[in-house]
């Protein structure tokens, strides 16, 4: 019969499990010469500096057009716009016409502000004569 | 170098709004002056529409007074007349606003002329203002007649300065047209560097001349008229420009026709 330490139970050994001589070997540190790439971030700062101006040109177009209020109309009922094959209305004819149509509004002959009709010569009594 | 993009990109974010409002500031200064004239145009109808009913009414009242020549029909004339006055007064003061903010909003008149041209109608709403104001206090028969008088002396001045801005109005409007004309004759021009070659190149070449013959003749017509209006102004005298501004009107109205022509055949 074996000796007992008071503290241990029945089915454990006497000798402690590290001093039984099987020890394990610790793992050696992998040492590597190479220094490791840091990987660079200008493609992403070249695609971050893309979606930023894509953003700005965004914020500024919008604000245009919704100031200008602008609704794209197909004047199709005179049939001025030319369409071009691909169904496209000519810009440069649109240009053109759009200049014309304000021309029509610039007749020289209608005035815009005419003179009020008013009496100018409005009084109660006769002017003295001078 | 990352720094410097990072900056960079904080940069552009915050300058963005900066931008897009500098656009919209250009843009909203010409709207809001158009419906300031909208609602300057409304309250001069208003005020056009009320005058005519004071002066139909004075009228009615100083018929009555001629013909009882009554203290009360004199009291009811001289009450009614002072509303009319104040209400001319009132219209003519709302005209000239109404003719000041038209010539903000103008694009093609000469520097020059707009600046003599809104100093004087600035002058001369204060002129009305005054008038306004006497006529306001003037209760009883010799203050009414007084403010009468006082008027004839603004009478000319302001149908003169009517004459003078609706000329400059008219020019103005043809002068815009005809300066954005010229780009489109540029980018008509089949001579003009990266225009596409076509088949029809020297059939072009005369079609865009007579084009820009026509321009010239516009362009000299409106030379004519710009030294009308100073000349005219100088010596006081009216402006009538019907003629020289027909041929503009006329001249540039053949110039569209061309132009499209020319774009249609290309």
Same mark, same amino acid.
């Given at each position: ?45 070249? +695609? ?21 209020? $602008? ?7 005179? +049939?001025?716009?030319? %369409?071009?094959?691909? +169904? ?6 649109? %240009? ?24 100018? $010569? ?9 | 170098? /990352?720094?410097?993009?990072? #900056? ?19 843009? !909203? ?25 004071? =002066?139909?009414?004075?009228?009615? =009242?100083? @018929? ?16 009614? @007349?002072? /509303? ?12 000239? /606003? ?31 203002? =005054? ?16 403010? =009468?008088?006082?008027? &004839? ?8 300065? !009517?004459? *003078? ?7 103005? /409007? ?11 004759? &540029? ?6 560097? @990266? ?28 030379? *004519? @008229? ?15 420009? #019907? ?6 009107? #006329? ?16």
């Amino acid at each position: 019969m074996q000796n007992l330490d008071s503290n241990q139970t029945q089915f454990a050994e006497i000798t402690p499990v590290f001093e039984s001589g099987s020890s394990s070997v610790p793992p050696k540190k992998i040492q590597n010469d190479e220094p490791v790439k840091k990987k660079s971030n200008l493609p992403l700062l070249v +695609g971050a500096l893309a979606l930023v101006l894509a953003f700005v040109f965004l914020i500024i177009l919008i604000s245009v057009k919704l100031v200008m209020n $602008t609704s794209p109309e197909n004047k199709t009922d005179d +049939g001025r716009i030319v %369409e071009q094959n691909n +169904g496209q209305v000519d810009p440069l004819l649109d %240009e053109i016409y759009d200049l014309d149509d304000q021309l029509q509004s610039s007749d020289p002959t209608i005035d815009e502000i005419p003179f009020p009709p008013v009496d100018m $010569t409005l009084r109660l009594d006769a002017p003295k004569k001078k | 170098m /990352k720094k410097t993009i990072v #900056a960079f990109l904080f940069f552009l974010l915050m300058i963005s709004p900066v931008l897009a409002q500098a656009q919209v500031d250009l843009i !909203s200064e010409k709207k809001s002056i158009i419906e300031e004239i909208a609602e300057v145009d409304r309250t001069y109808k208003g005020q056009l529409a009320e005058y005519r009913q004071a =002066a139909d009414q004075f009228n009615i =009242a100083k @018929g009555q007074f001629t013909k009882l020549n009554t203290l009360a029909s004199l009291e009811v004339a001289v009450q009614d @007349g002072r /509303k009319a006055l104040l209400l001319r007064d009132r219209v003519l003061l709302t005209y000239l /606003k109404l003719i000041e903010l038209k010539l903000l909003e103008s694009d093609g008149i000469n520097l020059e002329e707009k600046t003599i041209a809104l100093d004087m109608t600035k002058d001369l709403q204060q002129d009305f203002q =005054a008038h306004l104001d006497l006529t306001n206090n003037a209760i009883d028969r010799v203050a009414v007649n007084q403010v =009468a008088d006082d008027f &004839e002396i603004l009478a000319p001045k302001i149908t003169s300065l !009517s004459n *003078y801005v609706s000329t400059l109005l008219r020019i103005g /409007k043809l002068q815009t047209i005809y300066d954005h004309s010229i780009s489109l004759v &540029e980018k008509t021009n089949p001579n003009a560097a @990266g225009a596409e070659p076509s088949l029809k190149q020297n059939e072009m070449i005369r079609a865009h001349t007579e084009v820009v013959n026509l321009m010239e003749k516009i362009y000299t017509n409106l030379r *004519y @008229g710009w030294d009308e209006i100073r000349v005219a102004r100088e010596k006081e005298k009216p402006i009538d420009l #019907a003629k020289s501004n027909a041929s503009v009107f #006329a001249d540039l109205s053949q110039t569209m026709l061309f132009l499209a022509e020319i774009v249609s055949k290309r």
